[in-house]
């Protein structure tokens, strides 16, 4: 296999991905899709229901919206939260046009529901279809190990390996990438994670892209507590693994809600949780029971099953409605991007993931598609380095993976917080990166491998990072020494680095919602804006006086606070700014400037 062309790439084949490509298409870019398994039959959709906002403009819409800006801790935007209602709202009805048979006897029930329920299987099947008929290549069995970028930096393609042809190489070069490779779940056993491991985040910042929002990692799933791993087993042979369980239940058979317990918390208890076989449908029961899980008493076992970031929400930073990252070129969609805008600090479970996956694809396959037909194909370009890619491995891969899920699986770890549990994750952690980055490597499926294992110990130090960076609990994020929230921390955290992990709070509010894709390379400059001064309306925000919600437009580059702040920004005492190469927990950074972790002072 040659090299391959596209206008653009899309990495990926969730529904984000299914969605990108065929708004690429439409907008008239030649795309290539590929996908770490089988597009339309892979990753967490494909096991169960997917729900998806489908609100009209009203007033039900707009109390909505203040709902979820509530229930996230006030970390989301209205703006943004309204622009993804309207725009699954639109393509809920151009699905049921492309042949999708929602769910019940009634054709038109989608218009009729606030929040539509989807098979993820048949979805999935039907946007496959749908991508074939874009005149969308689809290349199965592709997983992306590298970036390309040009001279100027530029995102230009990708390269990987041919699991089902030998490993063989593949490369192709792309005016633009979208990437929409889901999010990371450890490889917790959760049904459909087996390919979410972070390998797109990975890329992304060793590219030069930022993160946001890593601290909200901590996403639990409860799943029945079988003796055989899911990962290697389908949703439609295993109907009991992505079951949704309405009531669970303590030893003694006391329902756990009417208690006011959760059952996470049970669990980090050491008490044991129980669903009962005749609340759940009876094909689940059915198989359950085959399966041996079901004691005496019709009970089922549960476990709790980290989800990390696939139902948390943080992701690659992007940078306005297009989509974009940090880096030029590359675009995000789906659960590998914050979804802070649309969830804040609580999981997107309830509609809000799917519809943000439907539109962030639509806007970032639309704006890929406008930038590298503008862009044109790039004649040369060359991999990112990156790590995990030595020849000869000096470093088992299990051993990376074994420490990883060693600091983010138990419920010690995840679910409740201390600074005192983050330090001693972050110190393991960091201890295994410089083998990972220089000794993990391999040739062929040890290259993959290989790779796997270093995304995953990637992901769990930004993790963690920013998790004790937050000192409140807000949303998924609990600290056991710091645990109730605190306006100061109505902030969204910035996160990136590789051998030095950085964290800071965000400097320019993510509310940039009439961005359009730039139709230039050089319009598409990096846009951090490390240069830009803070208007007085940017300080008040940062610093809780604010909700987050209610952002100024910004001051032209250049202007200077006019009412500068009696106390630091919120959180700049903490470890966000102490330098961004000192680790939580030393007094000394590399250069000599003082560090340390302290508590953002109250204003």
């Given at each position: 296999m040659g090299d391959l062309e596209a206008e653009v790439l899309v990495l990926g084949g969730g529904p984000a991905g299914a969605w990108a490509a065929v708004s690429a298409a439409t907008s008239g870019a030649r795309v290539i899709l590929v996908d770490k398994a089988r597009c339309g039959s892979s990753g967490p959709t494909a096991f169960g229901m997917t729900a998806l906002w489908n609100m009209p403009p009203g007033p039900a819409r707009d109390d909505a919206v203040r709902r979820a800006c509530a229930h996230g801790g006030d970390l989301g935007d209205p703006m943004w939260?309204?622009?993804?209602?309207?725009?699954?709202?639109?393509?809920?009805?151009?699905?049921?046009?492309?042949?999708?048979?929602?769910?019940?006897?009634?054709?038109?029930a989608h218009r009729k529901s606030s929040r539509v329920c989807v098979d993820g299987a048949s979805y999935l099947r039907r946007m496959r279809r749908r991508l074939r008929e874009a005149g969308v290549r689809?290349?199965?069995?592709?997983?992306?190990?590298q970036l390309l970028t040009d001279g100027d930096g530029v995102v230009s393609g990708a390269t990987g390996l041919q699991p089902h042809n030998r490993y063989l190489p593949w490369t192709v070069r792309a005016g633009a990438v979208v990437v929409a490779t889901g999010g990371c779940a450890f490889l917790s056993g959760g049904p459909g994670t087996d390919v979410d491991t972070g390998d797109g985040l990975l890329l992304a910042v060793e590219a030069g892209a930022e993160l946001s929002g890593m601290e909200f990692s901590s996403a639990y799933g409860l799943a029945p507590a079988l003796s055989l791993p899911s990962v290697a087993r389908h949703s439609s042979s295993a109907p009991g693994l992505a079951a949704h369980f309405p009531t669970v239940y303590d030893e003694s058979g006391a329902d756990l809600a009417e208690l006011g317990t959760d059952a996470f918390a049970a669990l980090a208890a050491g008490r044991r949780v129980y669903a009962a076989v005749e609340d759940l449908p009876e094909?689940?029961?059915?198989?359950?029971?085959?399966?041996?899980?079901?004691?005496?008493?019709?009970?089922?076992?549960?476990?709790?099953?980290?989800?990390?970031t696939v139902r948390g929400t943080g992701g690659l930073h992007i940078t306005g409605t297009d989509c974009a990252t940090t880096v030029s070129g590359l675009y995000g969609a789906g659960d590998v991007t914050t979804r802070e805008a649309i969830t804040g600090a609580v999981s997107g479970f309830g509609g809000q993931g799917g519809a943000w996956a439907l539109a962030s694809g639509v806007w970032a396959g639309a704006s890929a598609a406008r930038f590298a037909v503008a862009r044109g194909i790039p004649r040369a370009a060359n991999p990112v380095p990156g790590a995990g890619l030595h020849d000869r491995p000096r470093v088992d891969p299990r051993a990376v993976v074994g420490l990883v899920q060693e600091h983010t699986l138990p419920l010690r770890r995840s679910y409740w917080r201390s600074a005192g549990s983050l330090r001693d994750s972050i110190g393991e952690l960091d201890g295994m990166w410089p083998g990972a980055e220089f000794d993990l490597g391999g040739r062929g499926a040890g290259r993959l491998r290989a790779r796997q294992a270093a995304a995953l110990l990637a992901v769990a130090r930004w993790t963690k990072y920013s998790a004790l960076a937050r000192t409140e609990t807000r949303g998924m994020h609990r600290r056991t020494d710091h645990p109730g929230p605190d306006a100061d921390w109505r902030v969204r955290l910035m996160s990136g680095g590789l051998d030095e992990v950085w964290v800071r709070p965000e400097t320019r509010p993510w509310n940039r919602v009439d961005a359009a894709a730039p139709s230039?390379?050089?319009?598409?400059?990096?846009?951090?804006?490390?240069s830009d001064h803070l208007t007085a309306a940017?300080?008040?925000?940062?610093?809780?006086?604010?909700?987050v919600l209610a952002v100024s437009a910004r001051e032209p580059v250049g202007a200077q606070v006019s009412e500068p702040p009696a106390r630091p920004l919120a959180g700049q005492e903490s470890v966000l700014a102490a330098h961004p190469t000192a680790r939580p927990g030393t007094e000394e950074p590399a250069d000599g400037h003082r560090g340390g972790v302290a508590d953002p002072l109250p204003l």
């Open positions: 939260i309204d622009m993804v209602l309207d725009e699954t709202y639109r393509r809920i009805d151009e699905l049921a046009r492309w042949g999708y048979r929602f769910p019940g006897t009634d054709r038109n689809i290349l199965d069995h592709h997983p992306a190990l094909v689940v029961g059915i198989w359950l029971s085959r399966q041996g899980v079901v004691d005496r008493s019709r009970r089922i076992p549960l476990r709790a099953v980290l989800e990390g230039t390379v050089a319009e598409s400059a990096d846009t951090r804006g490390d940017d300080v008040r925000r940062i610093a809780g006086q604010e909700s």
